[in-house]
């Protein structure tokens, strides 16, 4: 089952993909301006479902975030709103799509790129502070 998962999706791979030896992967993927997240929110479930496939079932916890500037909320099914922030948030079972047997579990998020970087730029202003360095 699982190399046939492999084998019939061989090509697909995400942009990019961190491996943790306790058995995790955080798997990030960026969608082009304009390209509608909404679109692609089933991405990050494909990969965590080959990623699996090809660990033979090694890779248990997967982390995805897709990243980009468009989201139709509306067309959103099983997201809930990340407290306090533009982005989504969901958690579920990686399935084998036949048997329907449990191969992981995937924390997704849908982000946007303007966000990312507000965050990065006040961590980076908090140590900016403690060193005492010029504000950017």
């Known amino acids: 089952m699982l190399n046939r998962i492999g084998e019939e ?18 798997i ?5 301006p304009g390209v509608s997240l909404d679109e692609h929110d089933n991405d990050l479930m494909e990969y965590a479902t080959i990623l699996a496939a090809k660990s033979n079932g090694r890779l248990k916890k997967f982390y995805g975030y897709l990243i980009g500037d468009t989201i139709n909320p509306i067309r ?9 922030e533009n982005g989504f948030f969901s958690t579920n079972d990686v399935k084998e ?3 329907q047997a449990t191969l992981g579990q995937l924390y997704s998020e849908l ?3 303007g966000d990312i ?14 060193l005492k360095l010029p504000p950017l």
């Open 9 to 26: 999706n061989g090509g697909c791979r995400p942009d990019i993909a961190l491996f943790h030896e306790e058995g995790s992967v955080v």
């Open 28 to 32: 990030v993927e960026f969608k082009a």
């Open 76 to 84: 959103l099914r099983g997201y809930n709103r990340l407290p306090g």
């Open 97 to 99: 799509p036949k048997s």
């Open 111 to 113: 982000l946007f790129y």
């Open 117 to 130: 970087v507000d965050r990065a730029r006040k961590r980076i202003g908090v140590y900016r502070e403690r």
